[in-house]
């Protein structure tokens, strides 16, 4: 992708601002934590990797200024401000623990070389992503080079990661092999990632593709025209189930009864060794507003009830395959998940 969805650039955080796309390309220069924080929280930046790699570049921004005589006080503040952003993506967990230990390695050094060795590991964290979307491109599309007719659901391409992205790595990678395939891409409501951010990044790639409403897929399925579903992941549980966008239950039930394979692409950090099922998996609830309007003009009577979570869990006997960047994980996931986990 020629568009950077985050970078660390002059001691700042720049970030392409995702609620824009696809009609305008701004980017957003965060000059302290805070900002990044908003950014996290308001979807100028979304995607389970993605939050992870700006959570990181925030910790490092935020120490930069950080006095001396409150240095220890001030690092927890930052790490606490940006934990409490989004609560399902694990990725933003994972990197700030990251940032903690590096902190903990590196204080007894004195305050100068903790600020380096934190920007060094936000760097470190942004370009392990790239390399491992690539990874799990490398070994999705070799799982699925037989298939013509694929299935998305919202956005888990460069946008959503530092870069290729997880599931449109895997169709990238596809694309790179020489197979041919069509895509059909859910316009996922109501922030609309499929219709804004995955419908761009297929056109700028010149992936073959074809926007459809969340309530067609069953009639592509029933039709024999999806030979195959990937979709990203925002947490991954012990046993299986994962979290990911609203509605990605409902595609999931749907290949399922029509014998679709229904895959699952993200990298190992989005694995919670810790979280033993999808029932302990925390549901972020978001805005009103994201329902009952839509680009500021609402669509609902005024004054009428909305419910908004974020995300739905996927059981994980609806999901033929895991993959990473270290692999393919298949069932039973209880006990071949923990071979695919570091920690």
């Known amino acids: 992708m020629a568009v950077k969805t985050i970078q660390w650039k ?3 955080v720049i970030m392409l601002d995702q ?8 980017y957003r220069v965060c000059r302290d ?3 990044v924080a908003e950014a996290i929280r308001n979807m100028v930046i979304r995607g389970a990797p993605a939050i992870g790699v700006a959570a990181a570049m925030g910790v490092a921004l935020g120490m930069l200024k950080a006095p001396e005589k409150t240095f220890d006080r ?29 902190y903990s390695r590196n204080r007894s050094k004195g305050v100068e070389s903790v600020k380096r060795a934190l920007r060094d590991e936000a760097q470190k964290i942004f370009r392990d992503d790239i390399a491992a979307n690539k990874q799990i491109g490398k070994y999705g599309a070799s799982l699925m080079r037989n298939a013509k007719q694929i299935m998305t659901y919202c956005n888990a391409g460069a946008l959503a990661t530092a870069g290729y992205g997880t599931a449109l790595g895997v169709l990238r990678a596809l694309k790179e092999s020489g197979s041919h395939f069509e895509v059909f891409v859910n316009e ?9 951010l995955t419908a761009w990044e297929l056109k700028k790639e010149k992936i073959s593709a074809t926007l459809i409403t969340d309530n067609m897929a069953g009639y592509l399925m029933q ?13 991954v549980a012990a046993n299986g189930d994962v ?3 609203i509605g990605t239950y409902t595609i999931a039930v749907l290949a399922k ?11 190992t950090s989005s694995i919670d060794i810790n979280c033993p099922s999808g029932n302990d998996i925390p549901i972020e609830q978001r805005d009103a507003k994201e329902v009952s309007h839509l680009f500021g003009k609402p669509l609902a009577p005024k004054g009428m009830k909305v419910f908004n979570p974020a995300f739905d869990v996927t059981a994980q006997d609806l999901i033929s395959a895991i993959i990473t960047e270290k692999g393919v994980i298949n069932p039973p996931y209880q006990p071949n998940i923990r071979n695919y986990v570091s920690y």
Not at 19 to 26: A, F, N, S, T
Not at 188 to 196: E, H, K, S
Not at 223 to 235: L, Y
Not at 257 to 267: D, E, K, L, Q, T
């Open 74 to 102: 001030e690092f927890d503040r930052v790490v606490l401000t940006l934990g409490k952003t989004r609560p399902t993506a694990v990725n933003l967990f994972w990197a700030l623990q990251r940032m903690r230990d590096v």
């Open 257 to 267: 009864r029509h014998g679709i394979p229904f895959y699952v692409a993200g990298p």
């Open 243 to 245: 979290a990911n966008k």
């Open 188 to 196: 996922t409501r109501p922030f609309l990632q499929g219709a804004r």
């Open 10 to 12: 002059n001691d700042r």
């Open 223 to 235: 039709k024999g025209k999806v030979d195959a579903v990937v979709v990203g992941c925002d947490r």
């Open 33 to 35: 934590y805070n900002e």
């Open 19 to 26: 609620r824009l796309l696809p009609h305008k390309e701004v």
